[in-house]
């Protein structure tokens, strides 16, 4: 789930920044309207990050936040990654 590029960097943004309005997500991952629309919600389909919609006077608002679940998630991908770097990085040494 949290492979794939879209929402890994919608996750880690979160993660690092807090909530975010989709405009702000949308420039910091560098995706279209669409795309940023189908991968956050198979994260909270995920149940890895919320969304609230609101308005800010008249205009509409839309801000994602991270879950717990979704941070877990997250530590645990980045863990296993780690674990590959490592391993790699421990192979290509004893070449």
Same mark, same amino acid.
């Given at each position: 789930? #949290? ?6 960097? #919608? *996750?880690?943004? *979160? =993660?690092?920044?807090?909530?975010? +309005? ?5 420039? #910091?991952? $560098?995706? +279209?309207? $669409?795309? @940023? ?6 994260? %909270? ?6 969304? +609230?919609?609101?308005?800010? $006077?008249? &205009?509409?608002? &839309?801000?994602?936040? #991270?879950? =717990?679940?979704?941070?877990?998630? *997250? %530590? ?5 990654? %780690?674990? @590959? ?6 192979? =290509?040494?004893?070449?």
């Amino acid at each position: 789930m #949290i492979h794939e590029r879209v929402r890994l960097a #919608i *996750l880690s943004a *979160l =993660a690092a920044s807090g909530p975010l +309005t989709f405009s702000e997500l949308k420039e #910091i991952v $560098g995706t +279209t309207d $669409g795309n @940023l629309s189908v991968h956050a919600r198979k994260l %909270e389909d995920a149940k890895y990050i919320v969304c +609230t919609k609101g308005f800010e $006077g008249r &205009t509409p608002k &839309t801000e994602y936040s #991270i879950t =717990a679940k979704g941070r877990r998630a *997250l %530590e645990k991908y980045l863990d296993h990654m %780690e674990a @590959l770097i490592r391993a790699a990085r421990a192979a =290509a040494k004893s070449k």
